[in-house]
């Protein structure tokens, strides 16, 4: 009955391919605010191959095919931040830095906690008085387009600089602070703001900004509320919220090691 349908290892090979390939873009669009865009995309696709391929309609599928032709092009400009993250994370080189840090653990996780505990220790404290803060650490993905908007310094990682920075008649506090290699690069920056739906109508600026900068970059985003002085991080495009000093500190620990 199928003896017309020949699949050889080749053609399931390039059918697995492409399944991941589209899970990944669904994935990666799903949390910048473009998943209804994408599934819309897709329904043009199936609907151009039916037309086209399958029933083989002369006139509407010269006309998808006409709008295909140009697809290419709309999809590179209306996805270009999304394209870029893609291609930055495939270049960024991550699993060869985690081999490293695997074979000088010891030294890693010494120089780890010597920046991690003065950003849970200002954390908590800045939780404690209801100050605002938002701190971006940054991974394997650049944030100096980001720094270029604030005022840039390098400094040590500390609790009382930290404080001082977010204090509320200081004229960084409003923005974000990025952190990056270890050290304070900047302050006052500004983030990509998300667009999310789903985030909480509870959650203020600060934690939409969280979320654009942890969409369009590896980065992990520190808030602290300054209406309820609870904790959060953004990673990823989600957020682990109402977090303790130690759950702080284990969420950072764990994504530096990453």
């Known amino acids: 009955m199928l003896a017309w349908l020949q699949i050889s290892i080749k053609d399931i090979i390039?059918?697995?391919?492409?399944?991941?390939?589209?899970?990944y873009a669904y994935v990666t669009l799903r949390y910048s605010g473009s998943r209804s865009l994408f599934s819309g995309i897709i329904a043009f696709v199936v609907l151009w191959l039916l037309i086209s391929q399958v029933l083989q309609m002369r006139l509407m599928g010269a006309l998808l095919d006409k709008f295909a032709n140009i697809g290419v092009l709309l999809l590179v400009i209306i996805f270009q931040e999304e394209i870029r993250k893609i291609l930055v994370t495939i270049g960024s080189a991550q699993r060869w830095r985690?081999?490293?840090?695997?074979?000088r653990v010891g030294q890693e996780e010494q120089s780890e906690a010597e920046y991690i505990a003065p950003i849970v220790l200002a954390c908590m404290n800045m939780a404690r008085k209801k100050?605002?803060?938002?701190i971006a650490v940054q991974g394997s993905m650049d944030l100096s387009s980001y720094q270029h908007a604030g005022e840039r310094f390098t400094a040590s990682v500390n609790a009382r600089l930290i404080e001082n920075i977010f204090f509320k008649n200081?004229?960084?506090?409003?923005?974000?602070?990025?952190?990056?290699?270890?050290r304070i690069k900047a302050a006052g920056c500004i983030l990509p703001v998300s667009h999310n739906q789903d985030i909480p109508r509870s959650l203020g600026l600060r934690h939409r900004a969280a979320m654009g900068i942890s969409q369009s970059s590896d980065a992990m985003a520190v808030i602290v509320s300054e209406e309820t002085g609870n904790i959060s991080v953004a990673i990823g495009g989600k957020f682990r919220l109402r977090l303790s000093a130690e759950e702080l500190e284990s969420t950072l620990t764990e994504e530096a090691f990453r």
């Open 131 to 134: 100050t605002g803060a938002l």
């Open 14 to 23: 390039d059918i697995l391919m492409l399944a991941t390939c589209l899970y």
């Open 98 to 103: 985690r081999l490293r840090r695997l074979l």
């Open 170 to 182: 200081s004229p960084l506090h409003d923005g974000a602070m990025v952190i990056s290699k270890k």
